[in-house]
């Protein structure tokens, strides 16, 4: 019988148990290549296996040139997540794409709208030599929709530590924008009542949306459902 040494045993005791090992914070740069159409990625939302809400960060200035190479270097996650949404834009077509993992130092393509010769983005576990990152205040203090789910109409509510415009905008669960709207914000708790409609005032069908609230380089984004 084969003797079980201290950290064998301890490790047997942590399967047996059904304890996991914690998890490990991790590093990642993102690495965008574009084509013939002039990409900006916006944000991310990393979701994560021990966090119940996503983590959004926004990318400013992450692109945005023809047929060229661009890097940005993200906070560092607590976890590994299990899944990435990112918003792009190419011109004013916004669009959320989402990536399982993703996996380091996989290339995953960015559909492009209308055609062309797209772009391409991966994420490396990394930090780029100096490197460092800035940790600011946030301006934009999150946002929330209520009722939800929702038949007639719900109301968007974010809170601003600054004054400034705000743009909040809908995106069907393909990642078409079908509804963006510019809003002089003031400081404090602000909202904005959504009817279901588009912007050419089109009753939508039912189905999962997402909400997007941005203040300059920062925004949120909230899931909410449109029912009969």
Not at 45 to 72: R, V
Not at 74 to 80: H, K, M, V, Y
Not at 186 to 212: I, K, T
């Amino acid at each position: 019988m084969k003797k079980l040494t201290l950290p064998a045993i301890a490790l047997a005791g942590l399967l047996v148990s059904g304890v996991t090992p914690p998890a490990q914070a991790v590093d990642i740069a993102g690495i965008l290549e574009t084509g013939t159409i002039a990409t900006q990625i916006d944000s991310a939302m990393w979701y994560l296996p021990g966090i119940p809400d996503p983590i959004t960060e926004a990318t400013p200035n992450w692109g945005g040139q023809t047929q060229a190479t661009d890097t940005f270097q993200f906070n560092q996650l607590p976890e590994r997540s299990e899944m990435l949404v990112v918003t792009y834009h190419v011109d004013t077509s916004y669009t959320m794409y989402t990536i399982p993992g993703p996996d380091p130092d996989v290339w995953y393509d960015l559909p492009a709208p209308g055609g062309g010769a797209g772009s391409r983005v991966m994420f490396k576990d990394t930090l780029f030599p100096g490197i460092s990152i800035e940790r600011t205040i946030s301006v934009l203090a999150g946002a929330s929709t209520a009722p939800d789910p929702f038949t007639g109409t719900t109301c968007i509510r974010w809170n601003l530590r600054a004054d400034g415009p705000v743009e909040v905008s809908v995106f069907d669960g393909t990642g078409r924008r079908v509804l963006g709207r510019a809003v002089a914000s003031a400081v404090g708790s602000r909202s904005f009542v959504w009817d279901g409609r588009d912007d050419a005032g089109q009753r939508l069908a039912p189905g999962v949306y997402f909400v997007q609230v941005r203040s300059g380089v920062e925004q949120a984004t909230v899931r909410t459902t449109l029912t009969r």
